[in-house]
Structures are given as C-alpha cells and as structure tokens.
C-alpha cells in the first residue's frame, strides 16, 4: 500500500482532525508499522460512542500497517472515581467486559495489545510523569482535566492535577507515534507535542475521532470554556445517561426503541443525532436502504450521506422512516458482538449483580 493511501486511511471519518498530515506523512516515509495508543478508563457499559467508533478506526489503522494498542488505564479509572474507585472492581472489568467488548466488535488479540496501564509503571514511567509534570503550569493542568469529562472547578483532590501528567507520561513511556482519542482529549495531547519538542523527544501524531452526539439531542452541560469543543463534550454520548447511548450488546428491540425516542427534529439536519449515526457509523462505508411505503414514495437508496441530508432537508425524507433504517442498520453492524456477549453473558453478570451501574 503507498503512503497516500495509507494516509486516506488514517484521516477517513470518523476521523475529525490529524495533528499533522506532513507529520504523518513522513512517519510512514521511515516507518512502515508504527505503533499506536488509545486510552480508555473502565467504566460502565461499552457504547458505540466509544467502543464501535474506536474499533472502526482502528480497523483503519490495521489496514494502513499500524500497530494497535489499546490502553485499559486502571489507576486514571481509580483516580477519576469511576467504579467507586474499587481497584479491584476496575481491574477485573478491566481484563473481562471491557476488553471482550473490543474483541467482539473484531479486534482479538491476534491484531490489536491490550494492556492493563499499572503493569508498566516502572520507576521510568515516574521519572517521565515529573518531567511532564516540570514542563507544564499547574493552570495548564487544570485546563486539561476536562479530558475526564470534568470542570476545572470540580479539581478538588491534587490527584485531578495528575491524571493528566500520567496520560501524557503514558504516551511517552510507550514510544508510540500514534496517539488517538476523542476530540475531548485534544488538549492532553496537544501538551505531549508542545513537551516533546521543549524536551527534544519524538513528537508522536494526534489522531481525534469525532465524538458522536448522544440521542438526546445537542445539549449545554455548563462547562466553563466558552469553546466549541466543550459543548461537545458535554453533548456527546455518555454511559451515564442510558437512554441516550446504545451499547454494543442491545439488543434489536432496544437499539430500535432508542432511535425511535432520538431527537430528530423534522427537516433539521444540525444537531440531529439520527444524522450523525448516517454520516459517521451507517453510511461510512455503504448506501443507505429506506423502506415506506409506495403512498410515501416507496423504497429509496441514498448513496452519499450529503445526497441523504439534501433530501431530509428538504422534507423528502420523513423522520420515521430514517429512524427506522438507521435501527435495522445498527442492529446489523452489532450484530457481532450481540451475538458474542449471548455467549458469554457471564461478563455483564457484574452488571445484573448490581458492582457496577450502566
């Protein structure tokens, strides 16, 4: 594969931004599998907000040479609180739900590292954390812990200041030269560039995935920035808020009972959630089938999501019936991991035991 393919690959959505494109270019000029990170804490139930569009990306990485490591980031989980800040809990979701969940949307360990964070943390990893930690104010760390999905104000605990510290430190202590998340997660790694270059360390590429809205409709959660990106981080799908996520495992009935309930405003394209499912998961790599009736205009295929959202702009597309393709599609790209967890219900046994809250 040459370089110009391998770059559509990495900048295809759901990508939304690449710190940089030269850059990339010339990593794969001197490397023809680099290695890549992605971060996750360990908390609730696994949505397609994070865990389809992550595994949709980093398939696009595997076909464009690059090396996957998927980063179970235990003590970042302890420090945020999330699973009451049990350890153990964390650790065990860890190692079972959370990466069966990956696994059963096609990224096994024959393709994809999986490792749990605190079983690398040498003496080294600590050096790199005050380093991190001496190259930046403890303003710019504030900053930086909304990538916890957190207010600066909510930074009671000196621990707050140092989740960032240890992400960055993270992406050092690996050498990856791939680093990707979220758009939430820009500003962490827009610190590991500005470090790496003050301490003439490689600077590793930024990857951002969009964040995909939840089903509730565009919302404004009081983050104090007054920047776009806050908004969309306070707008984006979230595990603590069920009925706007869809989780890998629904099923059939309850990933089309969701959409059904989704905010989808008629002939209103911003902001419209049902949209967004076309445009970043359903229609990323085929047409889109509309089933109605012949008094409605019959079945209809949309190639192109743009061609999609001209006519539902226009009111040629009612919203019913885009709600309701966009379910059956969903359900078939679950499918998959449906079907696994079926197999293995003993892993959302935790969640029916009442450890662990969706």
């Given at each position: 594969?040459?370089?110009?393919?391998?770059?559509?690959?990495?900048?295809?959505?759901?990508?939304?931004?690449?710190?940089?494109?030269?850059?990339?270019?010339?990593?794969?000029?001197?490397?023809?599998?680099?290695?890549?990170?992605?971060?996750?804490?360990?908390?609730?139930?696994?949505?397609i907000g994070s865990a389809l569009m992550t595994a949709m990306k980093i398939d696009d990485f595997l076909k464009a040479g690059i090396k996957p490591i998927v980063w179970l980031a235990d003590y970042h989980t302890w420090i945020n609180k999330k699973l009451g800040g049990d350890l153990s809990l964390i650790r065990e979701v860890a190692r079972g739900y959370f990466k069966a969940g990956f696994v059963s949307l096609g990224l096994d360990e024959s393709k994809v590292r999986y490792e749990l964070a605190s079983e690398h943390y040498d003496q080294w990893y600590w050096v790199k954390v005050i380093e991190v930690m001496k190259n930046a104010s403890i303003d710019r760390m504030l900053r930086c812990i909304t990538i916890m999905g957190r207010k600066e104000s909510e930074a009671t605990e000196?621990?707050?200041?140092?989740?960032?510290?240890?992400?960055?430190a993270d992406i050092f202590h690996l050498k990856v030269q791939v680093m990707h998340g979220g758009m939430d997660q820009r500003k962490v790694h827009v610190l590991v560039r500005e470090i790496a270059e003050r301490m003439k360390w490689?600077?590793?590429?930024?990857?951002?995935?969009?964040?995909?809205?939840?089903?509730?409709g565009p919302q404004k959660m009081g983050f104090e920035s007054s920047e776009k990106l806050d908004t969309e981080v306070s707008s984006k799908m979230s595990k603590s808020l069920p009925k706007?996520?869809?989780?890998?495992?629904?099923?059939?009935?309850?990933?089309?009972?969701?959409?059904?309930?989704?905010?989808?405003?008629?002939?209103?394209?911003?902001?419209?959630?049902?949209?967004?499912?076309?445009?970043?998961?359903?229609?990323?790599?085929?047409?889109?089938?509309?089933?109605?009736?012949?008094?409605?205009?019959?079945?209809?295929?949309?190639?192109?999501?743009?061609?999609l959202k001209k006519a539902y702009e226009k009111g040629e597309l009612h919203p019913t019936d885009l709600k309701n393709a966009v379910a059956k599609e969903l359900s078939g790209i679950l499918k998959?991991?449906?079907?696994?967890?079926?197999?293995?219900?003993?892993?959302?046994?935790?969640?029916?035991?009442?450890?662990?809250t969706r």
């Open positions: 594969m040459n370089i110009e393919d391998k770059v559509f690959l990495v900048k295809r959505k759901p990508t939304e931004e690449l710190l940089t494109e030269d850059e990339l270019v010339k990593l794969f000029e001197k490397e023809e599998h680099p290695l890549h990170y992605i971060g996750f804490e360990i908390s609730g139930m696994m949505h000196a621990a707050t200041v140092l989740y960032p510290a240890m992400q960055a490689p600077k590793p590429v930024a990857v951002h995935n969009h964040l995909l809205m939840g089903l509730q706007s996520s869809i989780y890998i495992h629904d099923s059939e009935e309850e990933i089309k009972d969701k959409i059904n309930r989704a905010y989808c405003p008629e002939k209103q394209t911003e902001g419209n959630p049902v949209l967004e499912l076309c445009e970043y998961v359903v229609m990323r790599d085929k047409s889109l089938h509309i089933e109605r009736s012949k008094k409605y205009g019959g079945d209809i295929d949309y190639m192109q999501f743009e061609e998959p991991s449906r079907e696994y967890f079926e197999k293995h219900h003993e892993l959302l046994d935790i969640f029916k035991e009442g450890k662990i």
